[in-house]
């Protein structure tokens, strides 16, 4: 019991980060914004904590900073994906570029260091596998992760906010007929895309107490892996999120096993995300308006 205790905890902590990336780019998407930027808003995220953390000694002003700038690259998105039409592929990958290089040249001015940043205050605690658990349970951003997805489920199926964000993503020219400011629901679903992965930045940042370069290593790419997946679904994307994250948590525990070649072992969150993927993704059905520029 207290092996399957221990891996439904490190399950949850390696989850977390997707749940929220995952969360705001459901919403983003349903709204016909292509998600691309995940991996950009959580690396801001993750850094704007960490200087709000070192610098204020307070955890809690990381969070808010981190939200900051998860917010401030989401609406950079949304001025170009939105106000000025390019194309939204491109813009996230140059979105991605940027943050992975702004926060390089930021952690060397700030820290004088290319790698990391020193210790600063956080929630997360280190200790063995039978304290994981407790520290789960005092860490407030586990518990904002877990009702991320059901908290974007209730808004984009049971609220007037939610149905324009639906109208918006699968027939705007209609929405926009009958009153609905499409640009406007738009960009409200970017910013809310941008603060939610940004918090799943924030909390690998304040869990692992710093920040290293490029820390977020494609969480937000397997995110929106999860997301197609779930089919757009914020339920169906936050149950492969933990799916991800189960294969991840399987794949450190059998690190430390004879007889299998680690190169193997450190294959199987990505096989798994591809064949996941590729098996469902010809069966889904994205939003029609997703990625389509034109008024």
Same mark, same amino acid.
């Given at each position: 019991?207290?092996?399957?205790?221990?891996?439904?905890?490190?399950?949850?902590?390696?989850?977390?980060?997707?749940?929220? @990336?995952?969360?705001?780019?459901?919403? @983003?998407?349903?709204?016909?914004?292509?998600?691309?930027?995940?991996?950009?808003?959580?690396?801001?995220?993750?850094?704007?904590?960490?200087?709000?953390?070192?610098?204020?000694?307070?955890?809690?002003?990381?969070?808010?900073?981190?939200?900051?700038?998860?917010?401030?690259?989401?609406?950079?998105?949304?001025?170009?994906?939105?106000?000025?039409?390019?194309?939204?592929?491109?813009?996230?990958?140059?979105?991605?570029?940027?943050?992975?290089?702004?926060?390089?040249?930021?952690?060397?001015?700030?820290?004088?260091?290319?790698?990391?940043?020193?210790?600063?205050?956080?929630?997360?605690?280190?200790?063995?596998?039978?304290?994981?658990?407790?520290?789960?349970?005092?860490?407030?951003?586990?518990?904002?992760?877990?009702?991320?997805?059901?908290?974007?489920?209730?808004?984009?199926?049971?609220?007037?906010?939610?149905?324009?964000?639906?109208?918006?993503?699968?027939?705007?020219?209609?929405?926009?007929?009958?009153?609905?400011?499409?640009?406007?629901?738009?960009?409200?679903?970017?910013?809310?895309?941008?603060?939610?992965?940004?918090?799943?930045?924030?909390?690998?940042?304040?869990?692992?107490?710093?920040?290293?370069?490029?820390?977020?290593?494609?969480?937000?790419?397997?995110?929106?892996? @999860?997301?197609?997946?779930?089919?757009?679904?914020?339920?169906?994307?936050?149950?492969?999120?933990?799916?991800?994250?189960?294969?991840?948590?399987?794949?450190?525990?059998?690190?430390?096993?004879?007889?299998?070649?680690?190169?193997?072992?450190?294959?199987?969150?990505?096989?798994?995300?591809?064949?996941?993927?590729?098996?469902?993704? @010809?069966?889904?059905?994205?939003?029609?308006?997703?990625?389509?520029?034109?008024?």
């Amino acid at each position: 019991m207290t092996e399957i205790a221990a891996f439904i905890a490190q399950t949850i902590r390696i989850a977390i980060p997707y749940l929220f @990336a995952a969360s705001g780019g459901v919403v @983003a998407e349903r709204a016909g914004v292509v998600s691309l930027t995940l991996e950009g808003f959580m690396l801001t995220g993750a850094f704007a904590a960490t200087l709000g953390s070192f610098y204020s000694g307070s955890p809690w002003i990381g969070v808010l900073c981190g939200i900051g700038g998860g917010l401030l690259f989401g609406l950079i998105h949304a001025v170009a994906s939105i106000r000025y039409r390019a194309d939204q592929i491109v813009t996230g990958i140059a979105i991605n570029l940027l943050a992975v290089g702004l926060t390089r040249f930021f952690l060397l001015m700030a820290f004088d260091s290319s790698s990391n940043s020193p210790r600063v205050p956080g929630f997360g605690i280190t200790g063995d596998a039978a304290s994981l658990t407790g520290a789960l349970l005092r860490n407030p951003l586990v518990w904002l992760g877990l009702m991320a997805i059901p908290a974007v489920a209730w808004l984009v199926h049971y609220t007037p906010f939610g149905l324009r964000v639906r109208a918006v993503g699968e027939h705007p020219a209609a929405a926009e007929t009958l009153g609905v400011p499409v640009k406007r629901v738009r960009y409200l679903a970017v910013a809310l895309s941008g603060i939610l992965a940004g918090l799943g930045g924030v909390y690998l940042a304040l869990d692992q107490h710093q920040f290293t370069d490029s820390m977020t290593a494609g969480r937000g790419f397997i995110a929106l892996a @999860a997301i197609i997946f779930g089919r757009w679904e914020p339920v169906r994307a936050g149950l492969a999120c933990l799916l991800f994250a189960a294969a991840e948590t399987l794949q450190i525990q059998l690190q430390g096993m004879q007889g299998i070649p680690s190169q193997f072992v450190q294959m199987i969150p990505y096989v798994l995300t591809i064949v996941a993927v590729g098996g469902f993704v @010809a069966r889904s059905t994205p939003p029609a308006a997703l990625g389509k520029t034109e008024d």
